[in-house]
């Protein structure tokens, strides 16, 4: 990198930017090779192939699309003075987009489609209008896009690594035109905001994992000049609003593969859409066919969802619009066996009965069914349940009880689940991210949620970044066997590295049920248990000894010596550790004792000495202190060479005089 010097003109100062880029990139262009080649020929960078430049030779345009870069966008890009537009699309660039280059304030087109670029997409210059990042790695899109991004027309960030939720900020970005996200692992529910953005005529949203209900007073706003509504295959519920009508320009509108239910209103099969999406010559003769164009009604399907659809056959059904393929099972064996073979039954701990001819389904391990011969509940707790949670487990529509914690399962939870009647549902521990599906959330009686007119989507399963003793919040009345002992308790934000997943019941730790390790479980808990028995036992040891070299060197007489020590972990973001208190007194006697959890005598950050009436001097502590050798200092009239602990905080008191910031114990060095 290099700063511009003074007695360059623009051109001169170019020339050495394009030479550094000359010799990064070592193109074999006209132009480009004669300066890594070191031949004498010096061509103007206007000539270069895939340069541009204005009439004052300023460069305004670089076009190297396809040509075999492979490095990172190097930062010098952001040096020349009048550039407009960067083509580095269809390379092999890595890396990220260096922030000096978003910044670039001349910039108004920046195509970096078709490499591997990775990070966050934001923080662009306001004065960008066209972003291209499509076909690359990019993780997530930041908190704040939208909000300095306002001049932005189109943004295509299509077949990324996307996940996370859609920012509210996207609503500021009053210019744009087209927005196109997808096929990548966007979750959440699509931001009301989209209604402010009434220049917007592409909203490409399909194949991501978005979850809820359309924001129906956002879609349904006739000053909208949308044409094109792609949100089809997400996991979408609810019902298509009538509003939508209100689009006058809308041409497409994609919903299949979703979750809708209920049917279309008549004004918005009047619209007759997606004629060029159908690709279908006779869609002018079937006005009384038109919603087919949109979506198969319910209990129908098609390979697209779309015209023409089918009825489902025998012992199948499909509860939603626009269904894909074929519809689903009704049958409860089937629904069972597919969670089976969904979920590697194989290879599950305990599956007695499963994936076997001639056993009646009530007869399958975890499977309890009513008198009426119906599974009502399903306790798959820990036995190594893999992949994705099949959709079709909501279609039990009279299961009660569902226990699938201690697993391996990925993916987010599916909205199905709202049509089982379930009152327990459990899903703690696993690996699943997202949100829980939104209309979940207002089912009643599920875990209690809805209790006292209060549905909090907590009630299901803590949020990623969140924990609890059971993996959920739990309202004050209730109390049963799969809450905490203690019954009430909410969902507790992670203080330091939080999990990812939701339904945690510890923020440190994974929870992964590895099968290869699972028949060494209980040998390894016991493990854990000596491991902490012996530490406490050394802990006693050096207590005992402290003890008795204290009661020599400063003690007389019958006065007796008290000290305890607290051990806690003060990192503790929910996992399950003990606590223990020393105490040796005067006759060498020491007893290790366990502490309660929820006492708070202890306090956070706060190291302390206080007197008994008896003359015992005490010492708490909750965090590990730092340690250090200190001087000779003179305390109760004895001299002696001390080790230091420094606490984290302290605070003044009247009696005993509290010392700050160091407390000193008069402990011998070693």
Not at 127 to 154: C, P
Not at 345 to 370: I, T
């Amino acid at each position: 990198m290099f700063e511009k010097k003074e007695d360059l003109s623009n051109e001169e100062y170019e020339l050495m930017v394009m030479q550094e880029l000359a010799l990064l990139w070592r193109l074999d262009l006209y132009g480009w090779s004669e300066y890594y080649k070191n031949t004498t020929t010096a061509i103007p960078i206007c000539s270069w192939d895939g340069m541009s430049c204005d009439d004052t030779n300023s460069i305004t345009d670089l076009e190297l699309s396809n040509k075999n870069i492979s490095s990172e966008i190097p930062s010098i890009l952001s040096l020349l003075p009048s550039i407009r537009s960067i083509d580095l699309s269809e390379n092999n660039i890595t890396g990220l987009v260096p922030f000096d280059v978003r910044q670039i304030s001349t910039l108004k087109s920046l195509n970096l489609s078709h490499n591997r670029i990775e990070g966050s997409i934001e923080y662009f210059s306001p004065t960008l209008q066209v972003l291209n990042v499509s076909h690359n790695n990019f993780q997530e899109i930041g908190i704040t896009f939208g909000q300095y991004e306002t001049g932005l027309e189109k943004i295509d960030a299509s077949r990324n690594n996307i996940g996370g939720s859609l920012p509210r900020t996207i609503g500021n970005m009053l210019k744009l035109h087209l927005i196109d996200l997808s096929h990548n692992q966007i979750y959440g529910t699509i931001p009301p905001t989209i209604s402010d953005l009434t220049q917007l005529k592409n909203m490409v949203l399909n194949n991501n994992k978005l979850m809820g209900t359309l924001p129906v007073v956002s879609l349904t706003q006739s000053h909208l000049d949308l044409s094109q509504i792609h949100i089809q295959h997400n996991d979408l519920s609810g019902t298509i609003p009538s509003g939508i009508a209100n689009i006058k320009f809308l041409k497409e509108l994609l919903i299949d593969g979703n979750k809708f239910t209920g049917e279309l209103h008549e004004n918005v099969c009047n619209l007759k859409l997606n004629k060029i999406a159908n690709d279908w010559q006779g869609a002018e003769e079937i006005d009384q066919d038109a919603c087919e164009l949109i979506a198969c009604p319910v209990n129908t399907a098609s390979d697209d969802g779309r015209y023409p659809c089918k009825r489902c056959g025998a012992q199948k059904y499909t509860p939603y619009l626009g269904h894909n393929g074929q519809c689903s099972p009704s049958d409860e064996g089937v629904i069972l066996n597919e969670v089976y073979h969904k979920t590697n039954g194989p290879a599950w701990r305990n599956h007695a009965g499963w994936g076997m001819d001639g056993v009646d389904k009530c007869d399958y391990a975890g499977v309890e069914c009513n008198g009426s011969g119906h599974v009502m509940s399903l306790n798959l707790k820990g036995v190594g349940l893999t992949g994705t949670l099949p959709e079709e487990i909501g279609m039990l529509r009279q299961l009660q009880f569902l226990d699938l914690s201690e697993n391996n399962l990925t993916g987010y939870l599916p909205s199905d689940l709202r049509f089982s009647p379930l009152r327990l549902f459990d899903i703690s521990n696993n690996m699943i991210g997202g949100i829980i599906p939104p209309l979940m959330c207002l089912t009643g009686d599920v875990n209690g949620n809805g209790m006292n007119g209060d549905y909090n989507c907590d009630m299901i399963a803590c949020p990623s970044g969140t924990w609890s003793p059971s993996g959920r919040a739990t309202p004050r009345p209730l109390q049963h066997s799969l809450s905490d002992k203690n019954g009430h308790h909410t969902c507790k934000p992670c203080r330091s590295t939080g999990s990812r997943f939701i339904g945690r019941t510890a923020c440190n730790g994974l929870h992964i049920f590895d099968e290869k390790h699972r028949s060494d479980s209980a040998s390894d808990m016991l493990g854990v248990d000596l491991i902490l028995s012996i530490a406490s036992l050394i802990a006693t040891i050096i207590i005992l000894t402290l003890c008795i070299i204290v009661r020599h060197r400063r003690f007389v007489g019958d006065e007796n010596v008290q000290m305890h020590l607290a051990f806690r972990d003060a990192d503790n973001d929910g996992s399950d550790t003990e606590s223990y208190q020393t105490e040796c007194t005067g006759t060498s006697s020491i007893h290790l004792k366990k502490l309660d959890p929820d006492e708070e005598s202890v306090a956070k950050d706060d190291i302390f000495v206080e007197n008994y009436p008896d003359d015992v001097d005490t010492v708490k502590s909750s965090h590990s202190p730092l340690m250090s050798i200190g001087e000779d200092i003179q305390d109760n009239g004895i001299d002696v060479s001390t080790s230091r602990r420094q606490s984290y905080s302290s605070t003044d008191s009247d009696e005993p005089k509290r010392l700050n910031p160091e407390l000193w114990l008069d402990v011998p060095s070693i």
